[in-house]
Every structure is written in structure tokens, then in C-alpha cells.
């Protein structure tokens, strides 16, 4: 079989075969393979629409079936401009093909490739598939329509671009089709906004997202949560400005390494003739927990020092790249930076992969995969420190990895300015991929800030420090939780643990005490009191995927009880109140 | 009995007389009176230090005694060269008296006035008392030596400046030197420093405090009380960034009419051409809040609507204002901001002004005062909105204070740019005052950003807003804490509650063992193991303001029990390791 590229490019020419057929006065523009399909576009002269495309395709299994042949032919410059004298971008193309080393002439710019394959001739160096029999029919979809200037230019015409998606076999297709589907389900834009969890405000900015209260109480469940179990294993908390004098980044290098990802500089004479600094918004979080630790003189039996800090920190994104929750321009870490000596380092590894993978499974996440990113020797401006040392902190990183029989893959010239880092690639509820979880070993920020110890002979030592964030960014973690579980959140995680439903308005009474004893012991709950149908309420609750539904009428309110409905589940009877109340405590201690 | 003040006055030429007596070769600056006291500038040919104060004082108590009169004279320019002849700076304050209205020349310039006492002539307008009989000689007292600038420049000569006290009677001295003693023992930079509660760091800036870990936890304990109160009394959570596009600041007015507290804007353009936009730390969180109630529509039904937010701001002091916790340039406001209906104001504002009594006290404040600050009618450019709707919000005010029966003083052209507010001034354990707490009623932000509600009848509706920060700035309330307690906090504030002290090293592992049983029930404890002696430890412990030292030895360990010190108080016994967990988590609880 040949290479699903070239039957992908192929498809493309055949699509442009149909829509000539269809639309005989089509004028072409171009048609590649893409990443799991191929598209073509096309200046038509009048408006198609989604439901145009089964039509097409239709049309281009007709064609397959033909077995239609993909005749190769060079041709000159000059032949070929008659060929395509009704196709003015194909003409275009060849005007330019002399000058152009890319296009599909030969080196001395006289001849042009061209392809014909039944009724349509495209300009194009291949390489095809030899017959469209090579083609399996049943594994390739014509997918949307979208505007696209000619060239990319938006001085230019708006051509119709037409996608499709294509694979091996009719199997391949239907799984990408279901995980296109499952992911646009899950999609934490759309679930944000459906759940109020977050938005994007313009006259804010873009990259900026601000929490509503479904999912500031959300985004509090994961902060406690992580930050308590730092507290409980030895971590100290910390606190530093979002803010710092410029000096300090360039110290600590990031001037010289990380510029490109800062916000600009806040210049203090702007508004006041004696100031003379600037003063920059933090991207890290590294330098305030290096100026904590270097605030009083630090022994070995201090060492390790934890510190840890939900720290909100601001990183220049282009506004193309942004994306929901997963990339944004301000984000709060679960950072932390360790203080240790040489001799702890590996234990505090090792302990630090351990908690890594207990706070991922709290969070339902079972499988990842491990990435080693290690220095380019070859690119040393992109580095602090010296070779050495580098080595040192890989080998450090490696032998964690090793000790804990985790396998990883390694990836040259990823490393950090500072050093080297271990990133954890969790697999979600589809199977998808996330980074995460970062951990990096640094000798070089001790160096730049002199950072010591005294040690057990009353020696200054070097202590090295590592630097960790395990859910990442909180912002593209939370992101990733609304995918992972659909917006469908364990009773733990659910910004709307309850709903009590009162059948009638005799029940609201009864319905309203339910919320408070609910309310008493820290859950989350909403109480309807509208006037509505209990099915009408049982939907919604359902929309806003509400872990359980209690409904409270004439009999659940003489046995004091209620009747639940468990999110996807429905009806699981009438329950006594106390009762149920201890299942969902437990519930929630177990986090499943 | 004179006016205090003209009283210090005429002390500072007193002092300026015994100076000339001790020191004969002096040449005098100015001498006024000033808060609580006097001052005198001289040039001495010597270095004089604090030890020679007494002396001064001493000499100053000869004259006093001696009844010598204040003797006023009027004089030509001329005349008044020729008394001062010897004395340079008179000389130039005479020589640019024709030009200045303020001087002590008559209107036309010709003549001065001088006051003669004991051997001293100055040039110096008056009013003084009659005689020195008039001064209580045991109510005053010289408290320190300055260098100051002749007249502020830098360029002029350093002359020594002599600062006094002086009071009424004895007692009132007595009173103001004990309440600076006391000042100065709670100085919450001083304790800061020394129980690491926080710091600041010059590289990162002025008025940024950094918190180690003591500091960070005693932060979190306020943060947590406060907010979890705030979320049980129906307040929600809601989150937004630091930073916003500049369009959003023009909207709220905010560059009209506080630009000059807000930080420079930081100029997109410097680090990408695409982009366009100016960007701003935010001062308040008010904007925020407001999307995201705009951010849906809004029904009667869901009125009020309460949001709060731990938000971190930052403003632009002047650097030579800046002080410790109390005036900085970022902090955290544990912020909220209310919507609702015109008949739901009067209820809201009670609640709040109860809330706020609740906090406060809770915290150990019990007196305070309140202000109402309102608008300047004659002022109009410093406010949004019509004299109207300022009418309505400053009588909202007001009623909710008559309700409440608290007593208030008013500051006309006090209030925000946007409204009218209500301030807390807290008393303190030694009677300061400190503003913390502020309520605003605000008509005209839901105006600026056309906020709606539907009424019941489906009509769009207009919300009222309501600004409050009850702890105000988290960081200035933290100085106030620490100054208001002088470090010695109570159990539950405490940043490590117990220290376990083994009395020998055969006792450090029961030590471990009753840390680890503290850790767990959530306290705070620290096991000391060094090779030290116990009283040693103690000391330490005390040093450190730690609640309560629990003693290890034989027979604690044999009973499992502890030997119980409390700060400030000493042993009180042996006690039940479990039963003193009871009382302690009381003592928690109770907040005593």
C-alpha cells in the first residue's frame, strides 16, 4: 500500500476531479496533505454549503471506482501555461516557477510537472499514488469548509477550502471521527462556558481568563487540595510579588534567557521623575524563593528546605497561539523549589516522583508517560553554566528515573536556560496526551545568587536546588480535568455537589432544610425553588452535570429522606437523609 | 496655662539658650514647634551624641528656673543685621524677608521682630509665653539628635538638629514616653525581622514584602478565616488577573481619575510589532468582579449577588512613604463587591457592618471609631457622577450607621472617585488608631458598565454596587497585628504553636513521637534536637513568642504526658498528653 501522505495528497486531486465535475467553471488554487487528511481550494462561483460535501464525495467514490490513472507529464513552461490558460492561480504559480528553487520545475526553471487524473490536470511535482484502486474508499471523509485567502494573503481572493480526512483503513477513520467527536464534547472552552467554570473577557485581554464563582470554588478544591498534601510532606509555604525591579531578572539571567517570554518592563519614570527603575511582571517563581532562602544564614540541618507557592506568574504568548484554559498569558503554578545537599538530592527525587504520581491518581489520571529533556552541548548560548555541571543534573534527573524503573524518553536541547527537567505526559479519559508535571535540577541558580550552607565542619557549601511544579499550570490543568472527565467532576471536584428538588411548593420548606444540613457540613448544594416541573430541574441539573439530584416530596419529607438521582444513573431510590449523607462523605474522601 | 504649642515653641529657645551657654561658638538655623514637641538646628563646631542631652536639659531647667522673660521687639532690617551679625543663616532668612509674605517682617518690609530670652536673641515671629515661670520644667525632654540640611538641600551645610517632647504635666509625659517605649518594642518591622515573619528584599523593591515561611503561614491562617466566613455567609468565590488592557481602565474611569496610584503601563509594542496594546497591573479588583457579573444575564431571583476574592493590587507610593507591612505597593485586599436591588441596599449594608464587627473582633479589635467620608460638592472633577446619585449613596450610608447606632465622625471630600465610604479605625492594645476596615456604596460603576437585572416584571434594572474590604489590606493588617500583640500571638494565630523540648537525648524519640501526634491533629509544632540545655531552649522559645514549650523527660515520657510552659507564664505542670490536646484545640477554637 502506499504511504498514507500520498494517498492523502491523491485524495486531494481527486476531490478537485469531483468538484470540476460538479461545478465545471471552478478555478483552482492548491490542494496538499495535511496532518490526517488533505484539503483543496477552490475560487467557486457560488456558495456551498456542509451539506454539499456527502455530494462530493459521492462523486469522488464514483471516481475512485473508475480507477481512474495519475498520469505524470513534463512539460514546458510555455505548454503548460496553455494547459491552464482558464486557471489563473495555477498560471500565477507558473510565472513564478523560474525564480522559485521550491516549485515543481526542473533545476534549470524550463519544464513543469503537471498531473492529470481523470477530467482534472493539476500543476504538481507528486509524488501520486499510480491508480485511485490504491485508494480504499471507505477510509477517507470530506470533514468542513472553510474561507481562505489566496496565499494567505488577505489582499487577495477569499478561495473556498474544502477538508477531508482520510486513513489506511475504514476502522482508523471511524476512531479518529469518534475521538474528533469525544474531544469536541469535552471541549473546555465549550464545557467552560456552559458550566460557568471560566471566560475570557476582551476589554481584559485575551489569555486572561477570570474565574466565575462555579470555577474559582473549582480551581480552590485543586489549590487546597495539592497545597495540603505539600504541607503534610514536609513543604513550607511562601509568598513573593508578582512583581519585581528588573535588576533581579537580570541576576537571575532572564534577560539574557527567557526575554522573549516576559511581559515588557513597567517604567517607573513614567510616572514619577525620581524613579529611575523598571520593574517587570514575574514569569517564575524561582528568584523570590531564592531570596527567602538567602535571607538568614542556613545550616545543613535545616537542608532540605521546601518552599512552595501557588504562584501567579505572567508569560508573553502570541495571541495566535492562546487557547482556552491550556494556553494562557498569566497562570498560577504549584511551584516549589528545594534546597538540598548533594547528598539528598536523589532521595528527594525519588520522594518527589512518588508524590507526583499520588496527586495525578487523586486527580483520576492512571497513565503517563516520561520525558527526559537534557542540554544541547552544541547550543551553548541557550544555557546557563558549564558543561559539567549539566551533566551532573541529567545525570541526577537520570538516575531518579532509573531507581524508580520508569522508562522515558530523551529529548536533546529541551532543557530549560537553568537545567535539565523530567516532564510527565499524562494520558487523558480519550487517550490524549497532556504535559503536565515539570521537575528540574539546577546548579546554576545557586551559583548566580551565591546561595550556601554551613556545613556539619562549619564550611559554606553550595546547595543545589530543584525546581517542581506537579499540576503544572493550575489554569491548563483545570483545562485539562474539564476534558478528562467531560465536565462530568467526581463528587469531590464538583463546584455543585447537590440539588434539592421539592416537588411542590408544600416541599420547599423541607428542601430548604436539607440545604442547610448539607450546607453545615461543607458541602456544595443548590436548592430549586422555582416554580418548574421536576423533570424540567432533573434536565438541567443534568446539563450542569450536578454529581446527585435530590428530589423531595410528601413521603421522603414524613421519613426525613430524600430520593437521589445520580448523574448518568438516574433514580437510585428513596434514601434516609443521614444515610445518604455518610455514602457521599465517603464518597468524597475516597475521590472516586 | 499657655497653649501647649506655644509652650514647645518657647522651649526650643530655651534649648537654644542653654546650647549657646554650653557651646558658645553655635550658629543657629530654626526652631519650631512641631507634633508632640520642639526642635533646634545648629551648627556646632563639635559633634555632640545623646549622652549630652542631660546636660542640655539640665542647663535648660537653670534658665527655667531662673523665671527669664520672653522680650519682644520690633526693629529695622538694619538693626536686626547688626544683632545677628555673627550669625550666618539668621542673617539670610533677614536678607529675604522683603520678598516673602511669610517672614517675620511687617507688611512693608522695613521692620523684624526678635524675642530676647536669658542670653539668647532670635529672629522669630512669636507668639511665646510672657515668662519661663509658665513652663512646667519635669513635662519635657530631649529625645534625640538628627543631622538635617540647612533648609532641606542637600548642598547646604548639615546642621545637628536637637529634638524635644514637652507636654502639659508630668504625667502626660510620662504617658506619650511609655507608649513610644511600647511603640518601639511592637515595631512590626523590628519583630518582623526577628520572628521572620516577612521581608523586603531590595533587589526585588521597595514596598514588595516577601513572606518566609512563618509569615506565610500566619498570612494563610487570617486569609482562610476570613474567607471561609465569607463563603459561609453567602458570599462567593471569584477569581482575576493581575494585569488588564489598558481599554478596561479608561472604561472604569480609573486613568481619570487614580492614575496617579496606579503603576506604569506596561507598552506591548516594545516586545511584539503585532501587538498594539497597553497593559496595567490592576489597583483594584472592582473591574473584574463587575465582568463577571456582566458576564450573564441576571434575574432578580439571583440578587444579591455577593463575590470576594483574596485580590493582590498594586500601587504606586512614593518610595520615602513606604513603611514596613503598613505602606507598601502591593497587597492583598481580602476584597468583595456586592450587587443588588435599591430595596435590598439598607440590609446588605447591616449585615456587612455586623460581618465586620464579627471579624475584627475575632481577631482581638474590640474599639473602634467610624468615619463617613463623602463627597466635595465644590469638587466636582474628582468624581464621577451627579451630586444626585452621591446624595443617595452617602444617605444609604448614613442610615445603615443610625441603625446601627454607631456613632461617626464625617470628612467631607474624603470619599473614592466612585463613592461614598464608611472607615473602621481599630484601637489597638495601646490605644492607636488604624484604619483597616472600608464599605462603599457605589451608583456609579453599574452605570460606566451598563450592569442590568430583570425585575420581576421583565424589566432591565439598574443593580447597586457595594465595594468592601473588612481586614483591608491583608498586609497592613498583619503590621497591625503583630504591633497590636507584639508578636506574641494568640494559639490559633500562632505561626508554630508548640515547640516539644526533650530534656535530654534519651528523650528525643518520645519528643518525635508527641510532634508527630501534634502534627497530625493539624497544629503546629517544632521538636527541638540539638545538644542544648533545656533553659536554653526555653529562652529561645520565648524569644521566638512561641505559646507553649512542652518539656520531655523521664517522667512525661513513662505517664505520656508533658511538662506544659506557657509564654510569659511559665510551667504549669504535667499534663495528660491527650488532655492537653483537648485544651489546647479549646484555646483554638475559642481564638483566646
Known amino acids: 500500500m502506499a504511504k498514507i501522505e500520498t494517498i492523502r495528497h491523491s485524495l486531494s486531486h481527486i476531490m478537485a476531479a469531483a468538484v470540476k465535475s460538479l461545478y465545471p467553471d471552478v478555478k483552482f488554487g492548491i490542494g496538499p496533505a495535511i496532518e490526517n487528511g ?62 522559485s528553487a521550491k516549485a515543481s520545475a526542473d533545476k534549470k526553471g524550463k519544464t513543469v510537472t503537471i498531473y492529470e487524473t481523470s477530467n482534472f490536470i493539476d500543476l504538481c511535482k507528486g509524488p501520486h499514488i499510480k491508480s485511485t484502486k490504491e485508494i480504499p474508499s471507505d477510509a477517507f471523509k470530506l470533514t468542513k469548509i472553510a474561507g481562505a485567502y489566496w496565499r494567505g494573503d488577505e489582499k487577495r481572493p477569499m478561495l473556498t477550502r474544502i477538508y477531508g480526512v482520510a486513513f489506511k483503513t475504514k476502522k482508523e477513520l471511524e476512531d479518529y471521527l469518534k475521538q474528533i467527536e469525544e ?43 495539592a497545597l495540603n498534601t505539600y504541607l503534610k510532606r514536609g513543604y513550607q509555604l511562601v509568598a513573593t510579588p508578582h512583581i519585581a525591579n528588573l535588576k533581579l531578572w537580570k541576576t537571575s539571567g532572564h534577560t539574557d534567557f527567557y526575554k522573549e517570554s516576559m511581559f515588557p518592563p513597567m517604567h517607573m519614570r513614567e510616572i514619577a521623575r ?158 490524549r496526551e497532556w504535559q503536565l508535571t515539570t521537575i528540574q535540577v539546577d546548579f546554576n541558580f545557586p551559583e548566580k545568587f551565591d546561595l550556601n550552607y554551613i556545613d556539619k565542619k562549619g564550611k559554606k557549601k553550595r546547595p543545589i536546588m530543584l525546581h517542581r511544579a506537579l499540576l503544572g499550570s493550575l489554569e491548563r490543568f483545570i483545562g485539562v480535568l474539564i476534558e478528562h472527565y467531560g465536565g462530568a467532576f467526581p463528587l469531590w471536584l464538583a463546584p455543585i455537589q447537590f440539588v434539592v428538588i421539592p416537588v411542590g411548593s408544600r416541599h420547599q420548606k423541607y428542601a430548604k432544610q436539607v440545604g442547610k444540613i448539607l450546607k453545615e457540613q461543607n458541602l456544595r448544594v443548590e436548592v430549586q425553588d422555582e416554580a418548574e416541573t421536576v423533570s424540567k430541574k432533573i434536565r438541567e441539573a443534568e446539563v450542569q452535570k450536578i454529581p446527585y439530584m435530590l428530589v423531595v416530596g410528601d413521603k421522603e419529607m414524613k421519613t426525613k429522606s430524600v430520593r437521589v438521582r445520580k448523574r448518568e444513573k438516574g433514580d437510585m431510590g428513596i434514601i434516609k437523609l443521614t444515610k445518604f449523607l455518610e455514602k457521599a462523605k465517603k464518597e468524597i474522601e475516597t475521590k472516586k
Chains 1, 2 share one sequence.
Open 183 to 225: 474531544s469536541e464534547k469535552r471541549d473546555h472552552r465549550v464545557l467552560g462556558k456552559r458550566l460557568e467554570l471560566f471566560l475570557i473577557d476582551e476589554e481584559f485581554g485575551p489569555g486572561l481568563p477570570l474565574w466565575p464563582p462555579k470555577g474559582a470554588i473549582l480551581r480552590k478544591i485543586v489549590m487546597d487540595f
Open 38 to 99: 488533505f484539503y483543496y481550494d477552490f475560487d467557486l462561483k457560488i456558495t456551498i454549503s456542509p451539506e454539499d460535501l456527502p455530494k462530493i464525495e459521492e462523486k469522488m467514490r464514483e471516481i475512485i471506482k473508475q480507477g481512474a490513472l495519475f498520469k505524470k507529464k513534463e512539460v514546458s513552461k510555455k505548454e503548460a501555461k496553455k494547459v491552464f490558460k482558464k486557471q489563473p492561480y495555477k498560471l500565477e504559480l507558473i510565472g513564478e516557477m523560474s525564480t
Open 274 to 431: 525620581e524613579e529611575k527603575d523598571d520593574y517587570q511582571l514575574k514569569p517564575m517563581n524561582c528568584p523570590g524563593h531564592v531570596k527567602i532562602y538567602s535571607s538568614k544564614i542556613r545550616s545543613y540541618r535545616d537542608l532540605p528546605l521546601r518552599f512552595t507557592e501557588m504562584g501567579t506568574v505572567y508569560r508573553y504568548e502570541r495571541s495566535g497561539t492562546l487557547h482556552g484554559l491550556t494556553r494562557v498569558r498569566g497562570f498560577t503554578q504549584d511551584d516549589a523549589h528545594l534546597f538540598c545537599t548533594p547528598e539528598q538530592l536523589h532521595s528527594e527525587l525519588l520522594e518527589m516522583i512518588d508524590l507526583t504520581i499520588y496527586i495525578l491518581k487523586s486527580f483520576g489520571f492512571k497513565d503517563f508517560n516520561v520525558s527526559l529533556s537534557v542540554h544541547d552541548p552544541k547550543n551553548k548560548e541557550k544555557y546557563l553554566g558549564s558543561d559539567k555541571i549539566w551533566k551532573l543534573a541529567e545525570k541526577a534527573l537520570e538516575n531518579a528515573l532509573k531507581t524508580k524503573k520508569l522508562s522515558y524518553t530523551r529529548y536533546t536541547g529541551e532543557a530549560v536556560f537553568y537545567g535539565p527537567k523530567i516532564d510527565f505526559l499524562i494520558s487523558d479519559a480519550i487517550g
